[in-house]
């Protein structure tokens, strides 16, 4: 095997890394970020679980994009982000759909 050719899969191992650390992990972390105002409780003012979420949202990014950056196992790293996309997204779905309250 040639080294173009050795470079060439490196090369798209490296570019579906990027798609995932960058615009899936961050259309992942917003999805987080809304679907936490469902499940963290009200606090006293009852806008805790608005704040909250807006206030870690760098947290959640910066948790999954390392995630993403740094799993040895590429299939893995998407396979995690894309779970917890669906998860999050599918809890938004049922709210505004009105399925069960949560």
Do not use: H
């Not at 779970?83 to 309250?101: E, K, R, S």
């Amino acid at each position: 095997m040639s080294a173009l050719q050795q470079q060439g899969r490196g090369g798209t191992r490296r570019w579906l890394r990027a798609i995932l650390a960058g615009p899936v992990v961050f259309l992942t972390s917003v999805v987080v970020m809304a679907a936490c105002a469902l499940w963290v409780p009200e606090g006293a003012a009852s806008i805790d679980n608005l704040v909250l979420p807006i206030v870690l949202f760098p947290v959640i990014w910066a948790a999954l994009f390392f995630y993403a950056c740094l799993d040895r196992k590429l299939l893995r790293a998407w396979g995690l982000v894309l779970v917890m996309l669906a998860l999050n997204g599918i809890a938004i779905g049922t709210q505004f759909l009105g399925g069960p309250a949560t």
